[in-house]
């Protein structure tokens, strides 16, 4: 466990469409979590197979990737302690119907196939998706808060 660990978070297309971008970013902002990378993307099919490669045997695989194209979606990289852990319980639960409230999906969602955010599922996973949607790179530097967030 880092103060350093990097993890990967994507606001999906419904999430981009009902203008929650704010809302989520505020959520690991107040969470203490550092912002390192973030873009608004129109993605390839491609691209997104490529992101999905672990799914692809799935029976809904091919749908996934037609909704994932269907609009923008937001990808970022936050970094903090146990980001992947943590970032993953501030998500909640695939199915949002399962989500307490409380999480981003038990607060603005209904329907797993509109559960507006993905984020990385390991600390590997983050690392590999990091490097698919930021192949740039990301922004290192030091927050002024950061003594105010950890011991």
Not at 93 to 111: E, K, M, Y
Not at 135 to 145: D, I, K, N
Request: charged share 20%.
């Amino acid at each position: 466990m880092s103060v350093n660990e990097r993890t990967y978070i994507m606001i999906k297309p419904d999430g981009v469409q009902r203008n929650l971008i704010g809302k989520i970013i505020a959520r690991f902002e107040e969470r203490g979590f550092k912002l390192i990378a973030l873009k608004l993307v129109q993605s390839t099919e491609a691209h997104l197979e490529n992101h999905y490669a672990d799914l692809k045997g799935k029976p809904f695989f091919p749908g996934l990737i037609k909704y994932m194209a269907s609009g923008p979606v937001v990808a970022m990289v936050w970094q903090g302690l146990d980001a992947v852990k943590t970032g993953r319980v501030m998500l909640g639960t695939t199915n949002p119907l399962q989500s307490p409230i409380g999480s981003i999906r038990g607060d603005f969602c209904l329907a797993v196939g509109r559960n507006i955010c993905h984020g990385s599922d390991s600390v590997e996973s983050a690392e590999k998706e990091i490097k698919l949607w930021f192949p740039e790179g990301v922004v290192q530097y030091t927050s002024a808060m950061e003594s105010w967030i950890f011991e």
